[in-house]
């Protein structure tokens, strides 16, 4: 029987993720009830970072024989350039795998270098392994295709192999920095017009904007926040909604950051609707209380008429519900309950439902298909590449309106600021401004 000192490298690593990822399961389903608040919060977020941590050591180890070990054979491996490489390469790995810690350390009003360059980092490490993987299996595609032994001049392998990391860290340092453009520019506001049914006449022209995944926490902080609120306030909205995901930290912490929200004075209301990161905070009820007194209202798994200013015998039903992360993680008093939220929610009514999730949105419509609008987001439009795949695969609605039905809309939003990476490739930030047509 193998021992586990004879296991390769890249199986001690899957062994130890899967026992990390055992015990999030152990403690989110027996322990949940016995710890208290902080406790839980604490144990979560370093369960989190352990499990993403094991698994990357993986990937680092193919970066650090791709970018280091395949050149310490060559007559410059004693240079002081090396050397010099050598630390770069090493002090790149460790802070992209110091991201994850900095929700627990270091978290502010705004953002501390430290962060930034951990998660930058972070995004730069998910580019240079998807380029060291995808050159790789391109070489083993052309070797099969063209039936060429692997019995080739030493010098003539060795300029190929070395040329495959030198590709992959140039291409990795280009479209790092173009993420990094892209992602601090001002979010764009996006103008969608949705025919709503059922909706009164007199509503026609409504304005609601769209706010989601703002992510406070170690990379966004007071300033964009501030930002967002001006853009917000400049477009005039009748309603604003958040549709989760506002933060990564406790209401506590980011109190300081999250005061310009105070400033939404949209006439109709401002509406909040947890994500599944709101639940990893585990501080769910401080966030309610911190909101409140900025005079937004948490939808938690219920609803509001929003009455027309020409009528007050006008109006239709805004809900919203739960993050389904709230069941996952067993938090208490929370989770996604439909039919709580759309009570006295009437067909002959407009009913118009945020979600966060697009699987959430889903959902809804399976046991409620008279609703008539779903606002939600979660997605980030998959944020950088090569994430976006993924997103667009995993979610039943991606990015953008979609028409369900006879009389049924879905918009996700692609976000309005980003998580953790402060980059994105193949997808923009976005303030939405939905106009409602009565139809």
Request: glycine letters at 6%.
């Amino acid at each position: 029987m193998i021992s586990f000192k004879q296991l390769p490298f890249e199986a001690k690593a899957a062994v130890a993720a899967a026992v990390v990822f055992f015990s999030m399961m152990l403690s989110r389903s027996y322990l949940a009830e016995q710890l208290d608040l902080k406790t839980r919060r604490w144990l979560l977020r370093l369960q989190m970072a352990l499990f993403v941590n094991t698994l990357m050591l993986m990937g680092s180890r193919h970066v650090w024989r791709s970018t280091v070990t395949t050149f310490s054979r060559s007559s410059a491996a004693n240079s002081l350039c090396f050397m010099s490489w050598k630390i770069a390469v090493f002090m790149f790995l460790a802070l992209a795998h110091s991201s994850f810690f900095t929700v627990q350390f270091l978290v502010a009003e705004e953002p501390y270098f430290f962060s930034l360059a951990a998660y930058t980092c972070l995004g730069a490490y998910i580019l240079l392994i998807f380029f060291l993987f995808t050159l790789g299996s391109v070489e083993q595609a052309y070797k099969l295709l063209t039936g060429r032994s692997a019995k080739v001049g030493s010098g003539s392998k060795n300029s190929r192999t070395a040329m495959k990391p030198i590709l992959s860290v140039m291409l990795t340092v280009v479209l790092t920095i173009v993420g990094l453009l892209n992602a601090s520019q001002p979010p764009t506001v996006n103008s969608v017009e949705v025919p709503v049914h059922k909706l009164p006449s007199t509503m026609n022209n409504l304005k609601v904007v769209l706010l989601s995944d703002i992510h406070l926490g170690p990379t966004v902080g007071k300033t964009k926040l501030a930002m967002i609120v001006r853009m917000v306030k400049a477009l005039k909205p009748d309603i604003t909604v958040i549709v989760g995901d506002l933060t990564d930290s406790e209401a506590e912490i980011m109190r300081p950051a999250v005061e310009p929200l105070g400033e939404l004075n949209s006439p109709l209301g401002t509406y909040f609707v947890t994500g599944n990161h709101e639940y990893y905070t585990s501080d769910v009820g401080n966030w309610f209380k911190l909101l409140k007194s900025f005079n937004i209202r948490p939808l938690h798994n219920e609803n509001v008429k929003i009455v027309s200013p020409k009528s007050t015998d006008d109006w239709f039903c805004l809900a919203g519900v739960d993050d389904i992360a709230a069941d996952a993680l067993h938090y208490a008093g929370h989770g996604m309950d439909l039919k709580k939220a759309l009570r006295d929610c009437s067909s002959e009514r407009a009913i118009v439902l945020l979600a966060h999730q697009p699987v959430a949105a889903k959902w809804a419509l399976q046991e409620r298909p008279d609703i008539n609008l779903i606002l939600s987001g979660h997605t980030h439009g998959g944020q950088m590449f090569p994430l976006n795949a993924g997103a667009y695969f995993l979610n039943p609605f991606f990015v953008g309106l979609y028409k369900v039905g006879q009389n049924t809309f879905v918009y996700v939003s692609p976000g309005t600021m980003y998580f953790g990476i402060p980059m994105r490739l193949g997808s923009r930030a976005e303030i939405t401004e939905i106009i409602l047509r009565s139809s």
